[in-house]
């Protein structure tokens, strides 16, 4: 099989990084500037497309090749390029190396992945930076440049030059980060997740492109007359500013030293806040609803057929390998709680003025910017004459953690009833769950520690869960942290047991065996845990050290640290990042919760339904609206619910509704 390792350059007035991909490539001023690609390890060779140079014989008998794998570091862009300006070729010929990275658990950036891995062989990022600035997107006319819109090689041969460099650079880094991790093998389940993940980028999600614009600009009317009323209300300039904020408090006799979105919440729960100084922070969370910026994502990634795409990034998470939202981010949209949601939309949708349109809202459902965030899920749509079925899995952390540790109460409820909160409340208060209610503020405590303390948290865990919020102090806290862990000490074993292997394996360079196919090992610069799946996660150059919290014998292992940027080189800094038993086993849990997801988009796709959106651990199909839509539901249930033949014994359920717009049920 030989390698084609290959990397372009491209012009359009697309802005890339708020409109996305797929929208930068149907831009009809698209144009691919220059194209370098090397066969194996023969030399690079680099194509002045943008001066007159012709697309090489070569290159071209290879991409039709299907003896041919073509290679490039974050593919889909190279896929979608060629696929327009050339011809579409399978997926399935495509390989990519920044795919490689993250489940190698390296940063995924072709410079930070050259870096971390000690390559002589960077990518020239200030070089690019500076020629992808001036050649690659549209330049402001004046007069110094004659009224032009975009640059070309004649006007400036030198960085023209500079970056045919870079462009060849590229594919010699490329290739030193493939040939450096070619013994980390990707599984063929991963390899069939990523075709299937590319299948439905591509196929993206239709938006009720009226509802977006009305909703986009009612939030923007109310905002506008959210400011003026603030002003003339209260006597402050300007109610965005922070500055102009901390003086306002300040003269009512109530001083704040920031006003983040925690603070605000603080300050509006806090008695001893005079009015004035609530209004202004009711003013301030309003006007600061990040959420409602979706409805402007939207907007700027929407293709001309009402289709929004390149939504999911495969192995996002590189530590555990879930998906991780890219663009409109469904992966953190903000739940809906409206009962009446048609009505909510139909609101929206009205042809009455702005100003009637919010009052309107308010009347009904009250906070006008609260409506509009709770609405945005409602933006995606299945089509005319169709719906999406919509199914999750029912408590799949819980249900790993407990067959992972073989935890036999928390296996007979998920067999029977599944009421794991009132559950482990049973066990730890030794009271009937009969006897449990909803709303209880036992139930409560059995919820908190359910979601709290299954991977080694304690009394900050459950602070952080809301049992301060509750009415809890530290003693009740640190009694439901020990009860839980009487009731479950299987799951604290593997907690222990987990810490024990990573450090035996690191000690000894030596492979330890877990229950269920677990296997920590030491693999050349790499600790990896081998998942019940098959799949590993790795952790780059392990040692045992001190932790920055103070325990002497730590796992430690390296990453760049978002945000850190070495004082000498200006380049992003690797950081030592410590890790124990308990955050192991979230890692592991998380990751086969997530293998379980992947088997079953697998065995949906397979039966036929195509799948358009898959968040956390749901999953939509798109379907027609003709009388099946229950059974398809049925069938997805099922589907889902199959048994797992490299997990006997791990039980599966899910849950789901079927709508024609996507909501959170």
């Known amino acids: 099989m030989t390698y084609c390792y290959t990397d372009l350059e491209t012009f359009s007035s697309v802005d890339l990084k708020s409109q996305g991909l797929y929208k930068y490539i149907a831009s009809p001023d698209f144009e691919v500037l220059m194209v370098s690609y090397a066969f194996d390890d023969g030399p690079v060779k680099t194509v002045d497309l943008l001066s007159g140079e012709l697309w090489p014989e070569e ?6 090749n299907d003896e041919v794998i073509m290679h490039a570091h974050n593919a889909v862009f190279e896929r979608l390029a060629l696929a327009k300006v050339i011809a579409p070729i399978p997926i399935a010929r495509w390989e990519c190396s920044l795919v490689k990275c993250a489940y190698a658990g390296i940063q995924l950036s072709l410079d930070k992945a050259s870096k971390m891995l ?5 990518k020239l990022a200030s070089t690019g930076a500076d020629c992808i600035k001036y050649f690659s997107i549209p330049c402001k006319p004046t007069k110094v440049n004659g009224q032009r819109t975009r640059n070309y090689p004649e006007h400036n041969p030198e960085k023209w030059a500079d970056y045919l460099k870079y462009n060849a650079q590229d594919v010699e880094t ?35 492109l009226d509802f977006v614009n009305k909703a986009a600009e009612l939030n923007g009317e109310y905002k506008q007359n959210l400011v003026q009323s603030t002003k003339d209300d209260l006597g402050i300039e300007k109610p965005n500013s922070v500055a102009q904020i901390k003086r306002w408090c300040a003269d009512q006799g109530y001083p704040v030293d920031s006003v983040t979105k925690d603070d605000v919440a603080r300050i509006l729960a806090d008695p001893a806040a005079p009015p004035q100084v609530k209004a202004l922070m009711e003013s301030r969370a309003q006007l600061r609803k990040s959420s409602i910026k979706k409805y402007t994502a939207i907007l700027n990634m929407v293709g001309e057929d009402c289709r929004v795409r390149g939504l999911f990034q495969f192995y996002g998470a590189n530590r555990t390998g879930r998906w991780a939202g890219r663009g409109v981010q469904l992966h953190n949209l903000p739940q809906n709680h409206i009962a009446l949601l048609d009505e909510a939309r139909e609101l ?75 559950a482990s409340a049973s066990m730890m208060f030794k009271i009937p769950i009969e006897s449990i209610k909803k709303g209880s503020d036992v139930r409560q405590k059995g919820k908190i520690a ?17 049992g301060a919020s509750m009415g809890l102090n530290q003693q009740e806290m640190r009694d439901i942290v020990k009860r839980w862990r009487i009731a479950n000490p299987n799951i604290v074993e593997l907690w222990n047991t987990c810490d024990e292997a990573a450090i035996e394996a690191i000690l000894h360079n030596c492979a330890i065996h877990l229950k269920h196919g ?29 932790s920055k919290m103070g325990a002497t014998h730590s796992i430690l292992y390296h990453d760049y640290s978002l945000g850190m940027v070495d004082a000498e ?4 800094k690797l950081e030592t990042v410590d890790t124990y038993g308990g955050k192991l086993v979230e890692n592991i849990v998380q990751a086969t919760a997530r293998d379980c997801l992947g088997e079953a988009m697998l065995r949906v796709n397979a039966a036929g339904y195509p799948i358009e959106l898959h968040v956390h651990d749901e999953m939509g199909v798109n379907i027609p609206v003709d009388g099946t839509e229950n059974d398809v539901l049925r069938k997805l249930y099922a589907i889902m619910g199959q048994p797992i033949s490299w997990a006997p014994g791990l039980l599966l359920n899910a849950d789901g509704y079927v709508t024609r717009y996507y909501k959170k049920d």
């Open 450 to 466: 359910e979601l709290a303390l299954g991977f080694g948290g304690s009394l900050g865990a459950l602070e952080r869960m809301g």
């Open 348 to 422: 929206v949708l009205s042809d009455c003025s702005l100003a009637d349109k919010a009052l309107n809202i308010e009347l009904v459902f009250g906070n006008v910017s609260d409506t509009l965030s709770q609405l945005i899920r409602t933006a995606l749509i299945a089509g005319e004459g169709r719906c999406f079925a919509v199914a999750d899995f029912s408590a799949i952390e819980a249900r790993v953690i407990a067959w992972l540790a073989d935890e036999h109460w928390r296996q007979e409820v998920f067999k029977t009833h599944g009421k794991i909160y009132e």
């Open 174 to 208: 490329e290739r030193a980060i493939a040939k450096r991790l070619e013994d980390i093998i990707l599984p063929e389940r991963e390899k069939q997740l990523y075709i299937l993940d590319q299948e439905i980028n591509d196929r993206g999600i239709m938006v009720d």
């Open 569 to 572: 080189t200006g380049l992003p």
């Open 118 to 122: 000690g390559l002589s062989q960077t």
């Open 518 to 546: 677990i296997v920590f090992d030491k693999e050349d610069d790499w600790l990896t845990i081998k998942l019940p799946s098959g799949r590993k996660l790795y952790y780059f150059k392990p040692k045992l050290g001190p």
């Open 59 to 64: 290159f071209i008998d290879a991409y039709f």
